[in-house]
């Protein structure tokens, strides 16, 4: 079952960033938290992740608070190509490290 | 490299026939995993495999048969298939360990009619 909680859908302006927040209050001490997202019927794309600290690369930028049980992901600036589905998930660490995927938060940039 | 092929692309089967999706991978990855994707949907997991001959249950595996014989390809089979069977199934890997992102295939669109 999926472990995260998200929006179901969100707006932004063209150039403006967007803050997608995802909860994942059950989240274990060494799970990792991920972020894709998904154009169309496309295979998911891997954005971002991380375990306790900020990280940030050349497609957006992931804050987890303090405690864990919450994250945003953050896309700087964004532009009509950024319109998709963003799934927030958490990476079980079990033996099969299971990723459970959400219903995600559909963004839609707004011209 | 290729990194997760997926074939066919597109598929229509009637009610009762049985086929199979393939999948491989060239990254050397020791987990594979299949899900599927109804419509306006996220995405459920069917199966998962942590190595070749280890396979193992998700969420919705009713009617679903997997076997991993070697590490590149990890193959799901549908025996009788159904209407509810409908969907795209995405086929997925990753390296051992939780510091590594699931890498997906174009996935296969299904029709069973």
């Known amino acids: 079952d999926a472990k995260t909680t998200q929006p179901p859908s969100m707006d932004c302006a063209e150039g403006r960033a967007a803050n997608l927040p995802c909860n994942h209050s059950t989240i274990s001490g060494n799970e990792y938290v991920y972020w894709y997202r998904q154009i169309h019927s496309q295979g998911p794309q891997y954005i971002i992740h991380?375990?306790?600290n900020n990280e940030t690369n050349e497609m957006a930028s992931l804050i987890i608070t303090e405690d864990r049980k919450s994250s945003t992901l953050i896309l700087p600036h964004a532009t009509l190509r950024d319109t998709a589905v963003y799934y927030c998930i958490v990476r079980v660490a079990s033996t099969g490290n299971q990723f459970y995927f959400g219903t995600g938060t559909s963004l839609t940039v707004i011209p | 490299n290729a990194g997760v092929t997926q074939t066919p692309k597109f598929r229509i089967l009637k009610i009762g026939q049985s086929m199979t999706l393939q999948c491989a991978q060239d990254m050397n990855h020791n987990y594979m995993y299949w899900y599927r994707q109804d419509p306006g949907m996220g995405l459920k997991l069917i199966y998962y495999s942590v190595g070749a001959g280890i396979t193992d249950k998700g969420e919705v595996p009713n009617g679903y048969n997997v076997s991993r014989s070697t590490t590149e390809d990890f193959p799901l089979r549908l025996e009788l298939a159904a209407p509810s069977q409908t969907s795209v199934y995405f086929c997925?890997?990753?390296?051992?360990?939780?510091?590594?992102?699931?890498?997906f295939g174009n996935g296969t669109r299904l029709t069973v009619t």
């Open positions: 997925a890997s990753t390296r051992q360990g939780s510091n590594s992102p699931l890498h």
């Open positions: 991380g375990l306790k």
